[in-house]
Nanobody, 127 residues
Framework: QVQLVESGGGSVQAGGSLRLSCAAS????????MGWFRQAPGKEREGVAG???????LYADSVKGRFTISQGNAKNTLYLQMDSLKPEDTAMYYC?????????????????????WGQGTQVTVSS
């Protein structure tokens, strides 16, 4: 229902930074969850960072302290600031939006709770 478009991916050396952006076609209320997922070749898609229906941000252990998720004031944009990038961060990154108030806490990192997905943007980190 909601169209999402990611941008900002690219190639960077280990230790560098990238900022991913996600534009939504419609306004997203704060009670909805929004998040970033990633998938590397041969691996399952995993939740990276999410903002639950309560407005709290959560991060996967692998990125906590390095990545920061945030929303624009209009709630139709989502960002992922990625610092101290590692080669293990190399993956296709997807923006996602959920529309259930149950998408909160650890659920905001679970793809079951999301129903709209972007096409992805590639992030490649070289050592």
């Amino acid at each position: 229902q909601v169209q999402l478009v990611e941008s900002g991916g690219g190639s960077v050396q280990a230790g560098g930074s990238l900022r991913l952006s996600c534009a939504a076609s419609t306004y997203t209320y704060t009670r909805h969850c929004m998040g970033w997922f990633r998938q590397a070749p041969g691996k399952e898609r995993e939740g990276v960072a999410g903002i639950g229906s309560d407005g709290m941000s959560l991060y996967a252990d692998s990125v906590k302290g390095r990545f920061t998720i945030s929303q624009g004031n209009a709630k139709n944009t989502l960002y992922l600031q990625m610092d101290s990038l590692k080669p293990e961060d190399t993956a296709m990154y997807y923006c996602a939006a959920g529309f259930s108030m149950g998408c909160v806490g650890p659920r905001s990192l679970v793809q079951y709770w999301y129903n709209s997905w972007g096409q992805g943007t590639q992030v490649t980190v070289s050592s």
